[in-house]
């Protein structure tokens, strides 16, 4: 598998990325800057990675979405090339159209960095094919603009077709209000694009992809990508 990583001005976790990616895949990914607009054709997976691009102004992730190298991501998307963008990098796949919605500044105005429950929704993807549906797992999130949202056609949109990849829950995975870090939609933690190549998720899996680290839930969501690509 051949992956990418695109940093912007503000990207903290692009090296995060590219060490699970190495690790898993024996290959190191190629380090895009955000003023390239070319994606070699051979690249199976693109990373758009946490950070704060542009100091958050605006909204999170709305400059870094008018970046150059943005419209190369919606081409390769388009040609269904899987995308996945964490944190920030879920901010700008909404602030850019790939995927509905947008992120909202968590419900008690604050930065949130700890470990969350995530029931897992969905694993017929590339993304979480390694997982069981109702599958709780732990990752961790930091943000402060993770409050996701969607008007209610698109949160219909997204159950009836099997499109809410992550959900906030407790330790028994119960989804209810107590469980819900940011102020979430229905406590929604990622989302796929309508063809599931692409997935947005607040949650670090990088940041847990490692024993060493205190757990391997999030290597999971390479290993399955991975496999697609083998």
């Known amino acids: 598998m051949k992956s990418a990583v695109v940093v912007f001005p503000g990207s903290n976790c692009d090296r995060d990325i590219a060490v699970t990616l190495f690790k898993v895949t024996g290959n190191k990914p190629l380090m895009l800057w955000h003023n390239e607009n070319v994606i070699p054709e051979d690249i199976d997976l693109i990373v758009l990675p946490g950070g704060f691009t542009y100091g958050d102004y605006l909204r999170s992730g709305a400059i870094a979405s008018t970046s150059k190298i943005i419209s190369e991501v919606k081409n390769k998307a388009s040609k269904g090339i899987a995308i996945l963008g964490v944190c920030n990098g879920f901010q700008i796949l909404t602030e850019s159209g790939l ?69 906030y829950c407790d330790s028994n995975g119960k989804v209810h209000t ?14 796929f694009s309508n063809n599931k190549r692409v997935l947005g998720m607040m949650p670090h899996p990088e940041r847990l992809a490692d024993i060493k680290l205190g757990g391997t839930d999030g290597f999971r969501f390479f290993s399955s990508l991975l496999e697609d690509f083998s």
């Open 99 to 167: 995927l509905p919605g947008t992120l909202l500044p968590n419900k008690n105005l604050k930065f949130i960095c700890k470990d969350v429950n995530l029931r897992v929704e969905e694993n017929n993807s590339i993304f979480t094919k390694k997982f069981d549906v109702g599958e709780i797992i732990n990752i961790p999130i930091a943000h402060h603009d993770g409050n996701y949202f969607v008007t209610e056609d698109e949160l219909n949109i997204l159950k009836s077709e099997n499109l809410i990849a992550l959900s």
């Open 178 to 191: 107590n469980s819900n870090p940011n102020g979430s939609i229905e406590n929604i933690a990622g989302v």
